[in-house]
């Protein structure tokens, strides 16, 4: 066993720029002697593998010698973990937060059934003016795929991501799985952190359709495999009719051919769907959605906002 507390886990394609940033800001964590880095490269063509290992002889790094994507990435790092605890973070996310591991480490301790934890993410390119929030940690549904911590006890108890999913769905899966193992999932607002991400100008990006494809597969995806049988008809034509309401019938007639393929998509998969299916009772059901969804964007001035009301 490894004489560490906390692996960091990476994984990156050809955004070698935006890994070299997150690696300084983190270097502080990467010289504890509680933790060990991992990253996965998923068949980069940028000369990631080169300046890791000149400069980062100490990072244990694994390559895809060609693209196999996000979700089978983090299974080939999360297979190689032997620490108590794993954090997963995205190649162009960073701590804000000084001192993570401690407020990480004491709650996994003062909570035992807990999981996974989530942190406070901020998505902007650059960072906010104010850290301080009044939110405090809870239970929650899900947790974000690029920004959590995983005790790896409870990893072990369920199956390994679906890397079939490609991308998008992979921490849903998971926390479908943990409740029904009776384990939990909290939002963690003490760990604050930067996701160097223009949201808005995604739209823009040349693979905006792609990322609306695997984002709606990956939530039908989620219906049909946990979701008791009477509940999916209901939840498909609500997600159906909401994506056309709110994107295809405002003029973003891109969606319409990311639902046709990512219904093209949920047939194509429909044996792996029926092999891996892990449906939740209706009570099972009823309290999963009784918890409140996981908050994936903070920022400061919504907050304020809020507050003043």
Same mark, same amino acid.
């Given at each position: 066993?490894?004489?560490?507390?906390?692996?960091?886990?990476?994984?990156?394609?050809?955004?070698?720029?935006?890994?070299?940033?997150?690696?300084?800001?983190?270097?502080?964590?990467?010289?504890?002697?509680?933790?060990?880095?991992?990253?996965?490269?998923?068949?980069?063509?940028?000369?990631?593998?080169?300046?890791?290992?000149?400069?980062?002889?100490?990072?244990?790094?694994?390559?895809?010698?060609?693209?196999?994507?996000?979700?089978?990435?983090?299974?080939?790092?999360?297979?190689?973990?032997?620490?108590?605890?794993?954090?997963?973070?995205?190649?162009?996310?960073?701590?804000?937060?000084?001192?993570?591991?401690?407020?990480?480490?004491?709650?996994?301790?003062?909570?035992?059934?807990?999981?996974?934890?989530?942190?406070?993410?901020?998505?902007?390119?650059?960072?906010?003016?104010?850290?301080?929030?009044?939110?405090?940690?809870?239970?929650?549904?899900?947790?974000?795929?690029?920004?959590?911590?995983?005790?790896?006890?409870?990893?072990?108890?369920?199956?390994?991501?679906?890397?079939?999913?490609?991308?998008?769905?992979?921490?849903?899966?998971?926390?479908?799985?943990?409740? @029904?193992?009776?384990? $939990?999932? *909290?939002? /963690? #607002? =003490?760990?604050?952190?930067?996701?160097?991400?223009?949201?808005?100008?995604?739209?823009?990006?040349?693979?905006?359709?792609?990322?609306?494809?695997?984002?709606?597969?990956?939530?039908?995806?989620?219906?049909?495999?946990?979701?008791?049988?009477?509940?999916?008809?209901?939840?498909?034509?609500?997600?159906?009719?909401?994506?056309?309401?709110?994107?295809?019938?405002?003029?973003?007639?891109?969606?319409?051919?990311?639902?046709?393929?990512?219904?093209?998509?949920?047939?194509?998969?429909?044996?792996?769907?029926?092999?891996?299916?892990?449906?939740?009772?209706? @009570?099972?059901?009823? $309290?999963? *959605?009784? /918890? #409140? =969804?996981?908050?994936?964007?903070?920022?400061?001035?919504?907050?304020?906002?809020?507050?003043?009301?």
């Amino acid at each position: 066993m490894s004489n560490h507390t906390f692996s960091i886990l990476i994984t990156t394609k050809n955004r070698l720029t935006d890994l070299v940033f997150t690696l300084e800001k983190i270097q502080h964590l990467l010289d504890s002697e509680e933790v060990v880095c991992l990253i996965c490269d998923d068949g980069s063509t940028d000369g990631t593998a080169y300046f890791i290992k000149k400069n980062y002889p100490k990072i244990q790094f694994i390559q895809n010698a060609t693209s196999k994507g996000l979700i089978y990435s983090r299974n080939r790092l999360l297979r190689l973990v032997q620490t108590d605890y794993a954090i997963s973070i995205d190649d162009d996310l960073h701590f804000i937060t000084e001192r993570p591991l401690e407020i990480i480490s004491d709650f996994f301790i003062q909570n035992p059934l807990a999981a996974v934890l989530s942190f406070r993410i901020f998505w902007n390119k650059m960072e906010p003016e104010t850290t301080a929030t009044s939110q405090k940690s809870m239970q929650v549904q899900n947790y974000a795929g690029g920004a959590h911590c995983f005790r790896m006890v409870a990893w072990h108890a369920i199956p390994e991501y679906p890397a079939w999913f490609v991308f998008y769905g992979e921490e849903n899966f998971a926390s479908y799985q943990l409740f @029904k193992k009776h384990w $939990e999932v *909290h939002y /963690l #607002p =003490e760990v604050l952190v930067h996701h160097r991400v223009d949201i808005k100008a995604r739209k823009q990006h040349k693979d905006y359709i792609e990322r609306q494809r695997r984002s709606l597969r990956a939530g039908w995806y989620l219906f049909f495999l946990f979701y008791p049988l009477k509940a999916i008809p209901r939840k498909m034509a609500y997600s159906l009719w909401m994506q056309f309401k709110l994107k295809v019938f405002q003029g973003d007639f891109k969606v319409l051919l990311a639902i046709v393929l990512a219904l093209l998509d949920l047939v194509w998969n429909t044996r792996k769907i029926i092999k891996n299916s892990n449906r939740l009772t209706n @009570k099972e059901y009823e $309290e999963y *959605h009784q /918890l #409140p =969804e996981n908050k994936l964007y903070w920022n400061p001035e919504n907050e304020f906002k809020n507050r003043a009301n």
